[in-house]
């Protein structure tokens, strides 16, 4: 008999509701900050995850990802960075080369004003759990809240920028995230994203990694292994999930059926849903059950679609 697919997590059981957009100011962003806040109508004890969007997404993306966690327990708070095609900022804008900081700082500034944000939902600020944080992002958005677990950014001489560790952040998952910098990017990545240059000794939250063997950016000069770079360099990076066959929207976590899926797969956003659910109760304390399980499912599997490596 096949070993079962893994199945350690429920599917959505609790209802939820989502609020957006909850305005919080930000007078020398130039536009105020817009954030969607996502949560169970029921339980107590909610951990948080601050979800980060990639390049031109908003608060209004990823709904695959964050129905599945509202509607198990967590609440999700998604800011909507000055890069989103909402905006419609240009690269004319002087706010434009400073965008990769504004979203630490924006992300920084959510945590700040928890308490505004969740008020925006009745009885919520009574229901959360303000010492489980956890943070996620796809893309962009991995390297904007990596700062947050721990990651620097090398300045042209390689010294390292600043510590920007937030000790309220207890954990991270980071989606199809850039790699190191230097000789691995493309003249064009290196004359336009000089922050893509990242230092991930520092980075020593647990944090789960996610990535496409089929991932090629062009970006780099490397393959789809320089994806999982933040697994291979920072201390933090516990474990490793590679998704066979995935390019950079990992099977279409960022929208249900959107037309930009170059990969789409209903098996494989199931899977990094799940196995990111699992992973952050675990890292954050709740139990480690469900994540034990996860592993165990997956390396009995008779034909994964996915891989786990630990340190």
Known sequence: MPAPAPSAVPALTTPIISIKPVVLSAPDRGDDLQVRVSAPVSGTDLPVVVLAHGFSKSMASYDPLVDFWAGNGF??????????????????????????????????????????????IPGLAERIDR????????????????????????????????????????????????????????????????????????LTTPTLVVAGDHD??????????????????????????????????????HAYDAKDTTDESPDRVSLIRRASWAYLRSALGIDETGWKQFQSDLARSAAPIARIDTK
């Open 131 to 202: 010492d489980r944080i956890a943070v996620a992002g796809h893309s962009w958005g991995g390297q904007t809240v990596s700062m947050l677990l721990g990651a620097r950014v090398l300045d042209a001489d390689g010294r390292p920028g600043p510590d920007l560790t937030d000790t309220r952040v207890k954990a991270g998952v980071l989606l199809a995230t850039t790699g190191i910098g230097g000789g691995d990017l493309t003249p064009f990545a290196v004359e336009n994203f000089s922050f893509m240059n990242p230092d991930f000794d520092g």
């Open 216 to 253: 090629q950016s062009l970006l780099s000069t490397r393959g789809p292994d320089w994806f999982t770079d933040v697994y291979t360099y920072s201390p933090g990076a516990q474990s490793l999930l590679t998704l066979f066959g995935a390019e950079h929207s990992l099977g279409g976590i």
């Open 75 to 120: 609440v999700v708070i998604q800011p909507t960075f000055l890069d989103s095609r909402t905006l419609a900022l240009t690269p004319a804008d002087p706010r434009y080369p400073d965008i990769w900081r504004t979203r630490v700082h924006d992300v920084v500034h959510v945590l700040d004003q928890l308490d505004h944000i969740v008020a925006a």
